[in-house]
């Protein structure tokens, strides 16, 4: 459903009758980028399923405590303030908008031929995961909610979601904060094609998915700070190596 939604009210009305073939094709023409996503993903899930588990039994006590110093239980207290219709409303954000973004842009980006928009995910997505997997591996952060015994939010709203869930991530892949990153990171994305509707649809979900990550006592907040920072990173290595090609292959 969201697929039309966003197809509907974002796509330019030139690309609506596009054939399956030219998307294809398109596809063809950015295949760089993309391969350059798959990879990176593949080694993420890599990291979740089989990695992760031998480094957190080598890491044991992880490093939550260092963080609760710092802290407190400031994001923890952001469960006094649950009620059902917000909790409703930011697992939506985190579970469903978030994801359908994150996969949407890079098919935008195919169906609209935009080369630089999808060289600016590729690239920022694999500086950030250079960036942000030693952390994953060697320093395990768990989330709020797991280490303070709350009920989980995203399980209140989908039973059983988190089966699923947490076989793209782990309950100690916490700091630098992945959703936090990606949704700077996808945002700027999408500027980059210069759609309104989908910018202002950018922005919104970027804002929904930091507070969420909080409200949610999912991340600590120097997990968000982590996230941002790795984020502008990225993007400014991203933008770095694009111009250096880009200026290599006029000369």
């Known amino acids: 459903m969201l697929f039309f939604i966003f197809t509907i009210f974002i796509l330019p009305k030139k690309y609506l009758k596009q054939s399956i073939q030219q998307t294809v094709l398109n596809a063809y023409h950015l295949r760089f980028s993309l391969i350059l996503i798959i990879g990176v993903v593949l080694i993420h899930l ?4 089989v990695l992760d588990a031998i480094t957190s039994a080598l890491m044991k006590p992880d490093f939550t405590a260092m963080i609760t110093l710092l802290e407190y239980d400031i994001v923890a207290g952001f469960s006094l303030l649950w009620t059902p219709a917000s909790i409703l409303f930011f697992v939506f ?7 359908f973004t994150l996969w949407y842009t890079p098919l935008y980006s195919i169906i609209t031929i935009q080369k630089k928009a999808l060289k600016t995910l590729a690239f920022s997505l694999l500086f950030l995961y250079l960036f942000a997997l030693p952390f994953y591996l060697f320093f395990p952060v768990t989330n709020v909610y797991t280490h303070y015994n709350l009920p989980s939010a995203l399980n209140t709203v989908i039973p059983q979601i988190e089966t699923f869930f947490y076989t793209t991530t782990t309950q100690n892949n916490c700091f630098p904060s992945l959703h936090t990153a990606m949704s700077i990171i996808i945002t700027r994305t999408i500027f980059i094609t210069e759609n309104k509707r989908f910018q202002y649809l950018g922005l919104f979900m970027m804002v929904t998915v930091i507070i969420s990550v909080l409200y949610l006592s999912i991340h ?12 502008l990173l990225a993007l400014y290595l991203s933008e770095k190596t694009i111009n250096w090609m880009n200026h290599h292959e006029s000369t």
Not at 220 to 231: H, K
């Open 93 to 99: 954000i985190y579970i469903i908008l978030y994801p």
């Open 220 to 231: 600590w907040i120097v997990d968000v700070i982590g996230g941002i920072i790795v984020a």
């Open 46 to 49: 890599i990291e979740v399923n």
